[in-house]
C-alpha cells in the first residue's frame, strides 16, 4: 500500500481550506452563504492568467513550472478579485441584506454565481488552459511518496497565507472587530467599529484568498471556468466540519476533506472521491452541526 | 448646564409603528438620571434611539449642544456617548484583555495599553481575569465588564439599559455602588431600571416613561414615596400636571 494519498490529500485540502477560509467569514460576519464564491476562485485563476499573459509569460523559477511573473499576477489577481468581489457587494448583496432577509442574498449568490460562470465562458470559453504546460518530475520524498516543486511551492504557500491570515484575525485591530462583529453587530456598533469597514475587510480577505485557492488549482491541475463550481461543495464542507466562522476550523476541514477524498480514491475508487464531502457535510450536520471548532447558538 | 439634550424623540423598529413617541429628557453634568416606567412604556427603546440602535423619525438629540440625531451607532461613541446594552453587553468568545482592546479601537494607538490598564487598576476583578473567555465570567463580572469597556473611550455621558436585570441584591448593591464612583469621577449617567428602588436610591433626578413620552419628571429621592409613581406605574395617571 503507497502512502501517497497522504500527500496528495494534503495538497487538495490547501486548496479547499484556503477557499473555505472566505466561505466561512463570510457566513459569521455577513449571514450568508456565499454560493458565488467558487466563482471568485475561478475569476481569481483567470485574472492571473491575464495579468501573466500582459508580463509576457511566466519563465520557470528552478525546478518549479512558474516563475516570479506568476507570483506577481497572483498578487494582482488577489486585488483584482477582492475589487470584483467588493463591486459585486455594492451592487447587489449589499442592498438585499439591507432588507434582512439572508435568504433572499444567498438565492441572489445563486445568480451572481451563474452570472459570473457565464461571464467567463463568454470571455474565455469553456476549454481548459493552463499557466504552464510543462511536465514536472515528481520526487520521492520517503515511505513511497511523490512530490513535485509545483505542489511543495503551493504547499509552503498555503501556510505562509493560512499563518498570516490567522495572526490577522487573532492580533490585528481589524481582526478583532471582524470577531466582534461576528459575535454580536449590535454591540460591535456601540463600541466604535465601524461594519462598512468590517464588511469591506471580509470581502477583500476571503476573495483574495479565493484567488490564492484558484491559482494554485490552476497551476497544479487547470483553469476553467467551471473549477470554482467543482470546488463548492468540499468548500462549504470544510467550513461547515471545521465550524462557521473559525479560520483554523476551516483549514483543518479542508485538510480532512482533501485527505478523505484522496484516500476514497485510493481505497474505494475514484468515482466515489465526490460523495465523500457530501457525506462527511451530512455526518457533520447530524452528529455536530457547530462542527469541530464552532460554538452553539446561545 | 445639560450635557445631553432628547426634544420630542420619535422612533420605533419598523417605519410607521413608533415605541418612543416624543420623549423629551436632559441630563446635567455629574448627575444621574433615572428612566422608570412600566412594561412597554418605551424605556429601553429610547435609549437604544439615542445610541443609534433603533431608528429616529422625529426629534432631537444634542450632546454638549451639538446635533447627533444622524450619527451613526459607532461614531456616538467617539461624540462622547457610551451605551451598555441590558442583555449580550460583551463579546463572549473573547477574553476580558480583548473586549477592552477593541472597545479602545477608536483611541490613538499609543494610548491604547495606558487606558486598557488604567481600566484594570479602577476595576481589579477584572484585572485577574483579563486572559479568561469573556462568556465563562459571572452575570455580575459581565456587568462589570460591560461597564469597564464603555469607560475605556472617556466618555462623557454613560447610558445603562437595566444593569441590575439577572444579578443578585449583593451584585447589584455593588454595580451601583460603582455606579456613583463613576459619577463622583465627572461622568452623566442615564440609568434605565426596573429595580425603581435601587435606582431611585442613586439617583439625582427621575424620568417616568408611560407609552412612549415622559409623564413625570422630579427629584429621584423622594420620588419613591410619591403617590404618582404607582399611579403611573399602573396606568392610572397618564400625565402629570
Same mark, same amino acid.
Given at each position: ?136 518530475? @515528481?520526487?520521492? &520524498?520517503? !515511505? ?8 511543495? *511551492?503551493?504547499? %509552503? +504557500?498555503?501556510? $505562509? #497565507? ?99 477524498? @484522496?484516500?476514497? &480514491?485510493? !481505497? ?8 465523500? *464531502?457530501?457525506? %462527511? +457535510?451530512?455526518? $457533520? #450536520? ?13 | ?241
Amino acid at each position: 500500500m503507497t502512502l501517497q494519498f497522504l500527500l496528495d490529500g494534503l495538497i487538495a485540502g490547501s486548496m479547499i481550506g484556503l477557499g473555505a477560509i472566505g466561505v466561512t467569514l463570510t457566513y459569521s460576519i455577513l449571514r450568508f452563504s456565499n454560493f458565488a464564491h467558487g466563482d471568485f476562485m475561478a475569476w481569481g485563476a483567470y485574472a492571473a492568467l491575464a495579468v501573466v499573459g500582459v508580463l509576457g509569460g511566466s519563465t520557470p523559477m528552478g525546478p518549479l513550472s512558474f516563475g516570479l511573473p506568476l507570483l506577481l499576477a497572483m498578487v494582482a489577481a488577489m486585488g483584482l478579485t477582492a475589487l470584483l468581489a467588493l463591486a459585486l457587494d455594492a451592487l447587489l448583496f449589499a442592498r438585499l441584506r439591507a432588507r434582512g432577509q439572508s435568504i433572499i442574498v444567498v438565492m441572489a449568490s445563486f445568480g451572481a454565481s451563474m452570472a459570473l460562470r457565464s461571464l467567463l465562458e463568454f470571455l474565455f470559453t469553456s476549454q481548459p488552459t493552463y499557466f504552464s504546460r510543462a511536465i514536472q518530475m @515528481a520526487q520521492p &520524498v520517503g !515511505f513511497g511518496m511523490r512530490i513535485t516543486a509545483d505542489q511543495g *511551492a503551493l504547499l %509552503i +504557500l498555503t501556510l $505562509v #497565507l493560512v499563518t498570516g491570515m490567522h495572526l490577522f484575525v487573532q492580533r490585528s485591530r481589524r481582526g478583532r472587530e471582524m470577531r466582534a462583529y461576528s459575535q454580536n453587530p449590535a454591540l460591535a456598533q456601540v463600541v466604535g467599529i465601524d461594519v462598512a469597514a468590517v464588511v469591506r475587510a471580509t470581502w477583500v480577505i476571503g476573495a483574495a484568498l479565493a484567488c490564492a485557492s484558484g491559482v494554485m488549482v490552476g497551476v497544479l491541475v487547470q483553469i476553467r471556468p467551471l473549477m470554482g463550481l467543482d470546488l463548492l461543495l468540499p468548500i462549504f464542507a470544510a467550513a461547515i466540519l471545521g465550524g462557521i466562522g473559525s479560520v483554523p476550523g476551516a483549514v483543518l476541514g479542508g485538510l480532512i476533506i482533501g485527505l478523505s477524498e @484522496a484516500a476514497a &480514491v485510493q !481505497f474505494v475508487g475514484a468515482e466515489w472521491r465526490a460523495a465523500v *464531502a457530501f457525506v %462527511i +457535510l451530512m455526518a $457533520v #450536520l447530524l452528529v455536530r452541526p457547530m462542527g469541530l471548532f464552532g460554538v452553539a447558538e446561545r | 448646564m445639560s450635557i445631553l439634550q432628547v426634544r420630542e424623540l420619535v422612533a420605533g423598529y419598523e417605519p410607521g409603528l413608533s415605541i418612543v413617541k416624543g420623549a423629551s429628557i436632559y441630563a446635567a453634568e455629574a448627575e444621574i438620571v433615572v428612566i422608570l416606567g412600566p412594561n412597554g412604556a418605551g424605556k429601553s427603546s429610547l435609549i437604544k434611539a439615542i445610541a443609534g440602535l433603533v431608528t429616529i423619525t422625529g426629534g432631537q438629540v444634542l450632546l454638549d449642544g451639538v446635533d447627533i440625531t444622524k450619527v451613526p451607532a459607532h461614531l456616538k461613541i467617539r461624540a462622547g456617548l457610551a451605551f451598555v446594552p441590558q442583555t449580550d453587553n460583551i463579546f463572549p468568545l473573547m477574553t476580558v484583555a480583548e473586549n477592552l482592546a477593541v472597545a479602545a479601537g477608536i483611541l490613538p494607538r499609543a494610548q491604547t495599553a495606558a487606558r486598557i490598564d488604567e481600566v484594570f487598576v479602577s476595576f481589579p476583578d477584572l484585572a485577574r481575569q483579563r486572559a479568561l473567555m469573556a462568556g465563562s465570567l459571572s452575570g455580575g463580572q459581565r456587568q462589570m465588564l460591560a461597564v469597564a469597556r464603555a469607560l475605556i473611550v472617556r466618555p462623557r455621558v454613560l447610558m445603562l439599559d437595566e444593569p441590575s436585570a439577572g444579578l443578585s441584591p449583593k451584585l447589584v448593591e455593588q454595580v451601583f455602588a460603582q455606579l456613583c464612583d463613576i459619577r463622583q469621577a465627572g461622568l452623566t449617567i442615564v440609568l434605565v431600571e426596573q429595580n425603581a428602588r435601587a435606582a431611585l436610591a442613586i439617583g439625582d433626578r427621575a424620568y417616568v416613561l408611560v407609552e412612549g413620552r415622559e409623564a413625570h419628571e422630579g427629584p429621584a429621592r423622594t420620588l419613591w414615596n410619591d403617590p404618582i409613581l404607582a399611579d403611573l406605574y399602573l396606568g392610572q395617571r397618564r400625565h402629570a400636571s
